[in-house]
């Protein structure tokens, strides 16, 4: 029987599967569309399907790193529990050895590259969430890598809760990499340097302090002069090599890495679920209305 687009669209609606995946059910059972349900269903996709209106703003952040490559990467799960099942922690380590020996370009690339097993890393995605039970996602990733003249920082604080890789260029002393990476994870910097924000950003909080400043009744002939003070506390804030180094609080972290001999090149740093949508459930709220009924 000729599978139509038709079918695949209706197969589509009824299970949330991709179109590819519909087109293949059909073809395999011969357009059967119940049995092109049950075909879904057992290879985990229907399954993985329904789920994909869930939020999933837990899970881990994860590094690997071989020689000069690097990658950081999150993967998202529903619940805390599901991050630290076996089942979740395998399939980050295989995305991980994915994404770093194929480097693709994007999230979409990634998902769509056949893995070492034969199938695509989406299907894997797929064959993991109908066995645990929660939606999963490949968030974001990113592949840093140096020159053996280099050192990588790789930082996870709280098992994967945070997750910061750093590349110190002029030494290869992996400790002092991975100090500034947990310099980062506990004081979340935006920038490595002020040369890195942009005009405009700048301008901007310009702007805010002097509206501050005026609206605390400050001479006007003074303001401009405290706004350039309150400017240089803004980049402390934001600006990696401004900020006072965590391990040595006489210290700022450009001090640190100059005394390495180094210099920061780049950082990412990756909190779970920052960003994201998060379910709220409040059991308090939840008992009371049961109690009302």
Do not use: W
């Not at 990476?181 to 702007?207: C, I, T």
């Not at 100059?258 to 920052?274: C, I, L, N, P």
């Amino acid at each position: 029987m000729a599978v139509t687009a038709q079918m695949v669209k209706e197969l589509r609606e009824k299970t949330g599967a991709g179109m590819l995946d519909c087109k293949k059910a059909l073809t395999e059972t011969n357009g059967d569309m119940e049995q092109a349900i049950d075909f879904l269903r057992e290879k985990g996709i229907a399954s993985a399907a329904k789920k994909a209106d869930r939020i999933a703003a837990e899970g881990t952040t994860a590094i690997l790193s071989e020689g000069n490559e690097a990658v950081i990467f999150e993967v998202n799960s529903e619940t805390d529990f599901v991050a630290k099942n076996e089942g979740f922690q395998t399939l980050v380590k295989e995305l991980a050895a994915h994404l770093l020996k194929n480097k693709p370009a994007s999230v979409e690339e990634a998902t769509a590259q056949t893995m070492d097993n034969g199938v695509t890393v989406a299907d894997h995605i797929n064959a993991a969430i109908a066995k645990i039970g929660e939606k999963i996602n490949l968030r974001r990733f990113e592949i840093l890598t140096k020159t053996d003249n280099d050192a990588f920082g790789e930082y996870l604080h709280m098992g994967g809760r945070i997750a910061v890789l750093t590349v110190l260029e002029g030494t290869t002393d992996a400790s002092a990499a991975k100090d500034v990476s947990m310099h980062a994870a506990a004081l979340h910097p935006l920038y490595v340097s002020r040369d890195q924000v942009s005009q405009e950003e700048v301008e901007r909080e310009r702007k805010v302090l002097t509206e501050q400043a005026l609206n605390e009744g400050k001479p006007e002939n003074i303001v401009a002069k405290m706004v350039e003070g309150r400017l240089g506390k803004y980049f402390e804030d934001v600006c990696l090599l401004d900020q006072t180094f965590v391990k040595n609080p006489d210290q700022k972290v450009r001090a640190f890495v100059e005394s390495k001999g180094a210099t920061v090149r780049e950082f990412v740093r990756y909190a779970v679920g920052e960003g994201l949508e998060k379910r709220e459930d409040n059991f308090a709220e939840e008992v009371m209305n049961q109690v009302k009924r």
